[in-house]
């Protein structure tokens, strides 16, 4: 099993709608989690980090973890064209001496 | 603030040659963490550095080392470059170290021939 995964996609989503991304890990006891935008071409950027169980809103960004099922998730509400980019879920392996550790990236597309 | 800078931003080299990347973090950032990018693997970590001293190490074999100087500025190599080194290569800054909130520079594209 890998240490986080994405599902690759890509997603495809009309604008106005939500998208919504998941990730899941391995390492479980992971405390920090994190969420990355890269648009093509472009480095990473985080968008969202959360430490707790339950949801995190940010504008119309939610990131929602669930420690006991080692499953972390980002809900883009009224998605626009800009979204469209490739989303990186982020772990810091307690296991690894906090090592961080990307998963593979969903990409995502907004439909005008 | 002045964000992460990497130099130099594209590097053409040859099958066995060497090649060092450098990376300088944002100002007051003690940890650089160096990351490989290539369509089939994705961000791979490779290392991070905090205050001079490796702190984690990625699975990639020992021709890739770094280190990082004591103005935070850090450099990698790749010593004896074969073809699937050609990947972006990306270094991020964060305040301490093994966190997961970095701000990546806008990499180096490597290119092996």
């Known amino acids: 099993q890998k240490e986080v995964e994405q599902n690759s996609g890509p997603l495809s989503v009309p604008e106005g709608a939500i998208a919504s991304l998941n990730c899941t890990y391995s390492d479980r006891g992971s405390q920090s989690f994190f969420w990355y935008r890269q648009y093509s071409g472009k480095s990473p950027e985080l968008i969202m980090s959360?430490?707790?169980?339950g949801d995190k809103e940010d504008g119309r960004f939610t990131a929602q973890l669930n420690k006991a099922s080692q499953y972390v998730s980002l809900l883009i509400r009224d998605s626009q064209p800009s979204d469209s980019a490739t989303y990186l879920c982020a772990v810091n392996l307690k296991t690894s001496y906090d090592k961080v550790i990307f998963g593979p990236g969903t990409s995502l597309s907004v439909i005008p | 603030k002045a964000g992460v800078t990497q130099t130099p931003r594209y590097l053409i080299k040859t099958r066995g040659q060497q090649v060092t990347l450098s990376c300088s973090p944002i100002?007051?950032?003690?940890?650089v963490s160096w990351y490989q990018q290539t369509p089939g693997q994705g961000l791979q970590f490779l290392f991070e550095y905090f205050s001079e001293t490796q702190r984690n190490k990625g699975n990639f074999p020992g021709r890739f080392s770094g280190r990082q100087f004591s103005n935070s500025r850090s450099e990698m190599n790749v010593s004896t470059l074969e073809l699937g080194d050609s990947a972006l290569y990306l270094c991020a800054s964060s305040l301490r170290s093994g966190s997961g909130e970095q701000f990546f520079g806008p990499g180096t594209r490597l290119t092996v021939l």
């Open positions: 100002s007051g950032h003690r940890s």
């Open positions: 959360i430490y707790s169980n």
